[in-house]
């Protein structure tokens, strides 16, 4: 496959990478493209770019705001969009790894079998591919795709990875991820996605993901990601507020919920043309209903003793039309509610306002096999995307990528946890590459460092870091399976071994819940338990010593504690080489952060929200920790 857009080719970005020991006083971290009910808290942040045309927020998708530079300091970086950010990386480290993935296989199923026929046959199979040493292991998805390997080369078709760092594992290049990033932006073109389009992306977090999201931004548009948690209901409202044409999904499960969302979507504008035809009626008329009363108004016109009462003023239909049209002395629908509307007539609003271009077009499929007869309802598998870009000329992405501005909002991500829909955030390409360059340095990453993802997409801070902050300095990240919050996340980071670890405050509690059962199961009694009390001792008083700057405080047996003892259960997690450990989105439990202080791992907490592009403040490991 040849390259799509040669990131050597862009000119310098001139992207600043140390930036001194200066405070952090910009906030270009924080999103300036919001609703309307939270931009009045963040009016102050952009300055206007030219007289009478100066914005300081917008509910706008397809605004593009100035960005306030500072003259020295973090807040000094220039301002660059997500194509120059991801190009600059890939000029230096194309052959580095960039994602790295577990591949998954095909369970083999066989429809329409008895049950006792196909447990016989199960079996047999399942012995005949022990003897031969080649069977297959379900991860935890529904029907899934075998991955093999790829070739490194030009001329091999997407995707484009291949044998990976670890045993078992796959993995993209810098080079190999551009590709495909590409690829899929040449897709969305080939399907006549527009600038600003909004692509919705729904899965578990894979490359694939990665890819659509990138892909998203490169031709002009807009990232949507959607939690696969969301209800029907949710993912509704999610893909109707922002517009999607597109939507990515990973499982089956995820595509009946798009394809419930698109069959939605194609009924109410049936009803819409309906009521532009034939005017305002219950949401509960058939057309039927509506074509016998057609038949029936026709018969009444050939009586002239019925015509003169219809024709009336005071006609009750005639009267409800007026009242639903806000016509003659009626006020409209809103009134009869005391002028406030509900949320269905909300809904119903927005609706009449959306487009046959404004609704769902077409669903890509990443991880499951798309079933038979699924392409009529314009499904089509991530593979097969891929390949539609083939067609389309290069010089069209590259017009679209060197059209971007830092400025443009280049990602949607709606809130999690709160109470009704979500809110959507917009966020730019600055809030982006500013953030995940600053944070990035202020922790010292570099290309030899490696994380994994396993915390939703969809959430602003696995974007931030999963996403954007691996891209700052060539790190790779390492995508743990589906089941990972289902008991399989430990035995991913004792493969991987991470040099960052990040985590909500329920996977630590479950992570201390499972060291202490360990514990229990091994029944340490008598002096093993004394010296595990001691050891933990000495490591919360030597771990609080470090983090408080009371280095005189530190007791002299905590070296070797860590040496002997605490290290080794940093080992057995495969966090031996963590050099920071994060918390973030909830409050830790200062039982939970005392526990693995006295294991000698404190966990830094990481305080921020969407509107911030994740992180606001943080704390960082102690010096020499």
Known sequence: MAILFDPTDMPPTGRLLHTGSEGLESCRGVSTLLSLDTAHHHNRLIQPHKPGHGLYWTT?????LPVRVAESGPGSLPPITVVDFFADTVRRYPERPALAFQPHFVPKVTAGRSSS??????????RREQEEGKEEKDDGGTILTSLPARPNLDTAPPPSYVCGPIPGWCMYTWQGYWNDVCMFAKGLLYL?????????????????????YFGSIFIDGVAVGVYTTNSVDATRHVVRHARCRVAVVDSLVNLEKMLQVKKLQQKQREERALRKLHGPYSNSTKKSDIDKNEAGQAQQDDDPSRKRKRDTPSSSSSSLRQMN????????RRENQGGIASKE???????????????????????DRVPPGYENDGVISFEDFLQLGLSVNDAILTARMESLKPGQCCSLVYTSGTTGYPKGVMLSHDNFTWTAACSSQMMKLDSSHHLVSFLPLSHVAAQLVDLYMPVTMGCCAYFARPDSLQGTLIETVKAVRPTWFLAVPRVWEKIELKLKEIAAQRGSTGLKKRIADWAKDVGYRGTDALLTGKDGAVPTTFPIVMKLILNQVRKALGMDRCLGLGSCAAPLDPVTQRYFMSLGMPINSIYGLSESTGPQTFILPAPGW
């Open 117 to 126: 026929s196909s447990s016989a046959k199960d079996e047999e199979e399942k």
């Open 325 to 332: 049209q806000g016509g003659g002395a009626g006020l409209g």
């Open 60 to 64: 706008d998708v397809t605004c593009e």
């Open 192 to 212: 006549g996605c527009e600038r600003r389009s909004r692509i919705a992306i729904m899965g578990c977090n894979s490359p694939a993901w990665a890819i659509a």
């Open 345 to 367: 007539e909300k809904e119903e609003e927005e609706e009449a306002e959306l487009g046959a271009c404004d609704e769902l077009q077409m669903i890509v499929v990443y991880r």
